[in-house]
């Protein structure tokens, strides 16, 4: 089973834990405002290649990886389901951890043969890194064009499958970055026993360059960049929302 690439890095320091080995995958419905990957988009770019090849450039500095393992992120990794079965399967056969970083778009609760086929690929996986746009549907689909109705859902059924789920959140100045959106983000998530870790991260504007070299209109040109500082002041009220609803649950 080949996979459509988009490309591949050596040394990955976010995406997961300890250095991973990541693999992009071409391909990916959502259109959010700020994805600075938008050469990624295509479903029919990127070169085809199979899983043995991945597995082999792994294992060429596989000590440098004593504390990582594979991340595959895009694009969407989920429009690629049967390759990231094959891939994964693979590697936990070489003793890898494995890591999915996805936004959810794909998950597709209707659709029972591919839900099998997640069922399995989730046996095979260590984390998912799950990254919620926004927690309001509406100003979801304004930032990224898509609902996120089976986002959600996708991590409920992480949370059943007890994958190990580690959430990511930009907060975009006027877009993310409301307080009650935050807590409402918290309060979702803080029902999930599988939540590893959170991210909040600063929104960042580096995409800009590649818009031009790519002819594409960047939409957020005119929102700053935000701080870590301020990035991490915010993240209280998603904290804030965990707390109560774990302090609900426990009642």
């Not at 580096?206 to 939409?219: A, C, F, P």
């Amino acid at each position: 089973m080949k996979g459509r690439i988009h490309s591949l890095e050596s040394f990955g320091t976010v995406d997961g834990p300890g250095v991973r080995y990541v693999v992009f995958v071409q391909g990916c419905p959502m259109r959010c405002a700020y994805c600075h990957n938008p050469d990624t988009w295509n479903m029919n770019a990127g070169e085809e290649m199979e899983p043995a090849y991945i597995i082999e450039q792994f294992n060429r500095n596989r000590g440098f990886y004593k504390d990582g393992g594979i991340t595959v992120t895009g694009g969407e990794p989920l429009m690629q389901v049967d390759f990231l079965l094959d891939l994964f399967t693979q590697a936990k056969a070489d003793n890898i951890h494995t890591c999915i970083d996805s936004s959810g778009i794909a998950f597709n609760p209707d659709n029972a043969e591919w839900m099998k086929k997640l069922d399995k690929l989730m046996e095979v996986t260590d984390l998912v890194m799950l990254d919620i746009k926004h927690i309001d549907p509406e100003k979801h689909k304004e930032l990224t064009a898509q609902p996120n109705t089976n986002i959600l859902k996708f991590a409920a059924y992480l949370n059943e499958k007890n994958v190990d789920m580690w959430i990511r959140h930009v907060v975009v100045p006027t877009i993310t970055d409301d307080p009650k959106y935050l807590f409402d983000l918290g309060y979702f998530i803080g029902q999930f026993h599988n939540l590893k870790a959170l991210d909040v991260l600063p929104y960042h504007d580096m995409g800009k360059v590649k818009y031009e070299n790519l002819g594409m209109e960047y939409k957020l040109k005119d929102i700053e960049p935000m701080s870590k500082e301020k990035a991490t002041e915010l993240k209280a009220h998603v904290l804030e929302g965990i707390r109560k609803r774990r302090a609900e649950m426990e009642q």
